[in-house]
T-cell receptor, first 110, second 115 residues
C-alpha cells in the first residue's frame, strides 16, 4: 500500500493569495512528481524531482514553483493565485517507473 | 512521446470479464507496458505492468502480443467499483536524457460497468 499524502484536500481562496500545496511520502522514494488535471481532462506533468535539491519543469508550463529540501516532502507554491489556476493537483512518487499517487488537492481560486 | 491508442470508452456488465485493448506499435524493446486506472474523484492508481510475458496480479491480468505491438488488460469479473478511466502507458525518456523516464498519461478508456 502506497503512503503518499496531500494537504489540503480542498482549498478555496481569493485571487492574489499565496498558497502552498503539501505533498509527503513515507516510502523513501527519490522521484516525485506534480500533475495538474482539469475535470474530465488528461493529467499533465508540471514538475518533477529526481531527489533532494533536484527539480525540473514538466511538459505543461505552470506558474507554480516547487522545492525538494527533504526526500519525503515536495511542496508546490503559487505566489499569486489566479482563477486560471483552478484545477486538481496530484502528487506522485516512485522508486523506479511505477508511480504512486496521492489523493489530490482540488483548488478553486475566486 | 511514446504513443498508445485506446478506445475512448467501453461498457461492461457486472460480474462479466472485460478486455481493454491498447495498441503501441512504436514500442521499443526495453519499454514496459504500464496500466493505471483513475476512479472518479481520485488520483490514478497502479494496476499492472509487463515487458513480454503475460502478467497476473490480484487486480487484473495483462496479455501482451508476441510482437509487443498491442496488449490487453483483463478484468476477470468486473464490479461496479471497477468503473474508471484506464490508462495504457509506455515510458518516455526525459528530453534531458539520462536514465530517467516519465509516464505520459493520455485520454485513456472510460469503462462503464452496468449492474
Amino acid at each position: 500500500e502506497a503512503d503518499i499524502y496531500q494537504t489540503p484536500r480542498y482549498l478555496v481562496i481569493g485571487t492574489g493569495k499565496k498558497i502552498t500545496l503539501e505533498c509527503s511520502q513515507t516510502m523513501g522514494h527519490d522521484k516525485m512528481y506534480w500533475y495538474q488535471q482539469d475535470p474530465g481532462m488528461e493529467l499533465h506533468l508540471i514538475h518533477y524531482s529526481y531527489g533532494v535539491n533536484s527539480t525540473e519543469k514538466g511538459d505543461l508550463s505552470s506558474e507554480s514553483t516547487v522545492s525538494r529540501i527533504r526526500t519525503e516532502h515536495f511542496p508546490l507554491t503559487l505566489e499569486s493565485a489566479r482563477p486560471s489556476h483552478t484545477s486538481q493537483y496530484l502528487c506522485a512518487s516512485s522508486r523506479e517507473e511505477t508511480q504512486y499517487f496521492g489523493p489530490g488537492t482540488r483548488l478553486l481560486v475566486l | 512521446d511514446a504513443k498508445t491508442t485506446q478506445p475512448n470508452s467501453m461498457e461492461s456488465n457486472e460480474e462479466e470479464p472485460v478486455h481493454l485493448p491498447c495498441n503501441h506499435s512504436t514500442i521499443s524493446g526495453t519499454d514496459y507496458i504500464h496500466w493505471y486506472r483513475q476512479l472518479p474523484s481520485q488520483g490514478p492508481e497502479y494496476v499492472i505492468h509487463g515487458l513480454t510475458s503475460n502478467v497476473n496480479n490480484r487486480m487484473a491480468s495483462l496479455a501482451i502480443a508476441e510482437d509487443r505491438k498491442s496488449s490487453t488488460l483483463i478484468l476477470h469479473r468486473a464490479t461496479l467499483r471497477d468503473a474508471a478511466v484506464y490508462y495504457c502507458i509506455l515510458r518516455d525518456p526525459w528530453s534531458s536524457g539520462g536514465s530517467n523516464y516519465k509516464l505520459t498519461f493520455g485520454k485513456g478508456t472510460l469503462l462503464t460497468v452496468n449492474p
